[in-house]
Structures are given as C-alpha cells and as structure tokens.
C-alpha cells in the first residue's frame, strides 16, 4: 500500500509569487490534514478534509492560504502571494476515520520564500 | 489554553542506555499520539494511545490521563534511534485535530 505522498519536496519562490502543494493521501482514507512547521516551532494545524469537506479550517493563517480537495482525492495548498513568514515545511496526513485512527503522515513539502 | 509540553529538549545518550521522554498537556485529550522524525526524513507514527501502556519491539509508550502525562521509553538504545521523537495530542471536543509539542532531539552515541 503507497503512503502519503506529497509534491513537491522542495519549493523556492520569491516573496510575492504564488505556490501550489500537493498531497495524495493513502487510498480509501476520507481524513486529510494540512500542518506546518515553521522554523524552530511546533507542527501547528491548518485545516482537515472529511472527503471533499472542509471540516475544520481553524489554522489557516490567513486568507492568502487556499487548500481545496476537489472529489476527495489529493488535496491541493495554495499560498497567493507568498510572504517571507510562510516558509516552513508542510505536511499532509491523512486517516481512515476520525477519532479512531491514526494519522498517517507524508514526507512533508519544504517551502522557502526569499 | 491548551498546550503540549515536552522534556527533555535535546537528549544525548550511549548505545544500550535506556532513555525516557516525557509529554505533559494541559487540558483533557481523547488520544495522544508518539511521532518519529528522523533527520531528512517524514514523519511516522510510533504509537497512539488513550490510556494504558503500548510496547512494541524496544519502544514502550505509557499515559496517565488523571497526572495528563505520557513518557516514551526506548530501551537498549542504538544509534539508529537518533532523531525527533513528537509527542501530539488530540484535546477533547477538538475533533481529529493534534495538537503538537516541540520535539525531543535524541542523539544516540557508539
């Protein structure tokens, strides 16, 4: 069974510039999470997809911060324009039912904004 | 406010010690989750729990939900058990949501 898969590994954008994640959760798993961590922090949350629902977007730090799950497959992050403070590594997890499994995490997606 | 916290920050230990990392939070949780992140590496789940104790293989993770406190214990440690160890906890009435403490780095030496 493929884990949790993310794309890209690594992202380089300029301030101002606009980037798009991509997470590809484990087959069959209705449970998707965003998360980042930002230099020297802790993972904090962003948002969780039931399906194609966004069932708690709580984290995301603002509006230029866009995470869509377009028929409850992969999900997609987008930070439109990107600012310095957004760089960190995302990561995506994702499970099978929400309170009784654990997530799965993917390899995360380092963001640096320069 | 909920919180995690983590002791210690960072941990250097010798191959064969046995080491222990703590996790207190601060508020009701419905599950606490034990995460490794080796260096360069993604994240994997070592255990999830709600109460009791887990082992598996050299890993042995306990909770007291009443003292809101967990410890992952490693015994005969090796080098390759060098990295973060996370505890995150998922607060009652948060849905699935984890949240995470800062990490453990362990680095164990030859």
């Known amino acids: 069974e493929a884990g949790v898969t993310q794309f890209p590994s690594h992202s380089v954008i300029e301030k101002g510039q606009t980037v798009t994640l991509r997470c590809d959760p484990i087959s069959g798993h209705d449970n998707l999470y965003w998360y980042r961590r930002v230099m020297g922090k802790e993972i904090k949350f962003l948002l969780h997809?039931?399906?194609?629902?966004?069932?708690?977007e709580s984290g995301m730090p603002n509006n230029r911060f866009l995470a869509e799950r377009t028929g409850g497959t992969y999900s997609t992050l987008k930070v439109q324009p990107a600012e310095l403070e957004d760089s960190g590594v995302y990561f995506c997890a994702s499970s099978q039912e929400t309170r009784k499994r654990e997530q799965y995490f993917g390899p995360g997606t380092r963001l640096t904004v320069t | 406010k909920n919180e995690v916290e983590q002791s210690p920050q960072n941990l250097t230990a010798q191959e064969g010690e046995f080491i222990t990392i703590n996790c207190s939070y601060s508020?009701?949780?419905?599950?606490l989750h034990w995460l490794q992140q080796h260096p360069g590496g993604g994240i994997v789940s070592l255990f999830m729990?709600?109460?009791g104790k887990k082992k598996h293989g050299r890993l042995i993770a306990t909770i007291n939900i009443q003292e809101k406190h967990s410890s992952l214990h490693i015994t005969a440690s090796h080098p390759r058990d060098s990295a973060v160890y996370i505890c995150a906890v998922r607060f009652t009435g948060t849905a699935s949501k984890l949240t995470f403490g800062t990490g453990t780095r362990l680095q164990v030496t030859l």
């Open positions: 508020v009701g949780i419905s599950a």
């Open positions: 729990l709600s109460s």
């Open positions: 997809f039931v399906k194609e629902s966004k069932q708690d």
